[in-house]
């Protein structure tokens, strides 16, 4: 249920909170009085693409806010926690658009994208515009309209995921018969590329590693002199530093006698000694264990030149070879498993009979759903003013595609003894708006939100069809939570809440307002409705009866 939606700075709206109550709520009001800002309101809520247009004159940020109750929303509150955006029973939808175009969702106050506004929206609300009966005459309309009336939105979507894998491996396997020639001398020169590369064995590290190595072995004899030289020098030899330092340390040491201050210096050469000491056993334990090992040195050499060689051929640095070595496998197993395909057919084999399965599963599903819904619609025809009118759901078959193996058209008879006709060719356009009216009641009574809206759905309506139309909104009240913008008295008066939408000036500029009417208020307001600017007794006691009605 929704609980609440508050709105600012949104189109000729400054600020707007509203609380929503159960059953059925009608909006009226002036022409161009904003009643439609309400629906776009929701909209945007609810992840509808968002347009600066939509800001209010001068303002730098519109907000919107609606609150709904989960209370009898499992799938919903599920959503919410695999998306761990969960509070409790309640849920808080905000959206916001600044006047550089920029928008920004939350959900239950952390940030959420507009997508996922969307994903939960499908569990809130249904929205249907004043312009429904147009896209009526559209085949993928009337798919919808049947899979939504059969409750099989999931599986048509399963169906359509199906006959795209199916799709995918049927051009994959066209595209290897047509270019197999090409296949297969790729997939050879793939082959002794990868064979050169594998030989190398060159990751990056190992490059590093190698050329290291091979510095290191290549001057061992240098190394090993050097080292023993410095060594010499340090330690072994008869004039040596460490001697030298220890000769200065004793004549430090006794100048302190006479001097504190040169105590400073003396820890220094002290300290100088120690280090001394651990380089001169660090360079010959070092030395003792650089070996002259050529058959390694020889070992490395090779590892290099070969990588080296494979660098070359292939236009890239050494340290590259082991990522060009995975894009290689990965083509190979782009490109399968070589000559036999019968591995790939198996598969679009496979991907082709679960289409099919699911497919059929469909068309039964929608077989018994058309009959069904003819029989519905036909039966509020006759209460719309088409006594005779009589309206079929028939399912032709097709080839394959992603909507299933049938397409949808519906037909109608406007009159005794004629054969239903396509949709677009018989209806004219009251009829159209009536029929359109019919099959959305239909469909929203099998629907699985709990809030329905109804944007001027009865245009074109009125008289005595009006009055039938304000029957069928107030029984879709008692079981969901029905908003309607209407213009016809029939329909207003059949309202549990009546809100009225009103323009006033203020500052110069034009605002919209809503305001809960009360008995008397909705007196004068469907008299208004009835009469125009001029309301007189007689339309007052005309809206009073339609009321206690």
């Known amino acids: 249920m929704l609980l609440s939606l508050r709105i600012r700075d949104f189109v000729i709206v400054d600020r707007l909170e509203l609380e929503f109550r159960p ?157 197999a020639a090409a296949f297969t001398a790729e997939r050879e020169q793939l082959l002794w590329q990868l064979k050169e590369l594998e030989a190398a064995e060159c990751t990056p590290q190992k490059w590093s590693e190698w050329q290291a190595e091979q510095a290191r072995l290549s001057h061992a004899a240098s190394l090993i002199e050097g080292g023993q030289l410095v060594v010499a020098a340090l330690a072994d030899e008869e004039v040596n530093c460490l001697a030298l330092l220890a000769a200065a340390q004793h004549k430090l040491t006794e100048l302190c006698q006479f001097d504190p201050q040169l105590q400073e210096m003396a820890e220094l050469l002290d300290s100088a000694d120690i ?90 599903v929608r077989h018994r759903a058309a009959g069904e819904l003819a029989q519905k619609v036909s039966h509020e025809m006759h209460a719309l003013a088409m006594s005779s009118g009589r309206f079929v759901v028939q399912l032709n078959e097709a080839a394959p595609s992603a909507h299933g193996l049938e397409q949808i058209e519906f037909l109608v008879s406007a009159n005794a003894g004629m054969e239903p006709r396509p949709l677009s060719k018989v209806a004219s356009g009251g009829e159209l708006s009536r029929i359109s009216l019919a099959l959305q009641v239909i469909v929203s009574q099998v629907a699985s939100v709990p809030v329905l809206v109804f944007d001027e759905v009865d245009v074109g309506i009125g008289g005595g069809v009006a009055e039938v139309v304000g029957q069928m909104l107030k029984r879709l009240g008692q079981h969901y939570q029905v908003l309607c913008v209407t213009h016809l008295p029939q329909v207003a008066a059949r309202g549990d809440n009546h809100w009225q939408v009103a323009k006033r000036m203020q500052d110069g500029q034009t605002r919209s307002q809503i305001i809960q009417l009360a008995t008397p208020q909705r007196i004068d307001e469907i008299a208004r409705m009835l009469g125009g600017i001029d309301i007189t007794e007689t339309t007052r006691k005309h809206a009073a009866e339609m009321l206690s009605a």
């Not at 940020?61 to 509150?77: G, N, S, T, Y």
């Not at 090992?293 to 070879?321: S, W």
């Open 275 to 364: 280090q001394l000491r651990e380089v001169a056993q660090a360079l010959r334990r070092y030395v003792q264990r650089v070996e002259l090992d050529p058959a390694r040195l020889q070992e490395i050499d090779r590892k290099l030149n070969t990588a080296y060689g494979a660098a070359r051929k292939f236009r890239v640095q050494p340290e590259q070879l082991d990522e060009l070595l995975r894009q290689k496998q990965l083509r190979l197993q782009e490109l399968g498993p070589g000559a036999d395909d019968a591995d790939l057919l198996a598969h679009e084999q496979a991907a082709e009979a679960e289409y099919r399965e699911l497919a059929q599963r469909l068309s039964q």
């Open 23 to 179: 059953g059925f709520t009608v909006l009226t009001g002036e022409t161009g009085a904003g009643k439609s800002i309400l629906i776009d309101a929701l909209g945007l809520v609810l992840g509808e693409r968002a347009d600066p247009g939509m800001l209010r004159g001068g303002c730098e940020r519109a907000e919107i806010e609606a609150e709904f109750d989960l209370a009898c929303l499992p799938a919903a509150a599920a959503w919410l926690a695999q998306q761990e955006l969960d509070d409790e029973t309640h849920l808080a939808l905000r959206r916001t658009l600044d006047a550089s175009g920029r928008s920004r969702a939350f959900i239950n106050g952390r940030a959420a994208t507009v997508q996922q506004l969307r994903e939960i929206g499908e569990f809130l609300i249904d929205i249907h515009g004043q312009h429904a009966h147009q896209s009526l005459l559209r085949a993928d309309a009337q798919r919808q309209l049947v899979d939504a009336y059969a409750g099989q939105g999931e599986l048509a979507r399963q169906v359509r995921s199906a006959f795209q894998s199916w799709s995918e491996l049927r051009r994959l396997r066209q595209q290897r018969e047509a270019n």
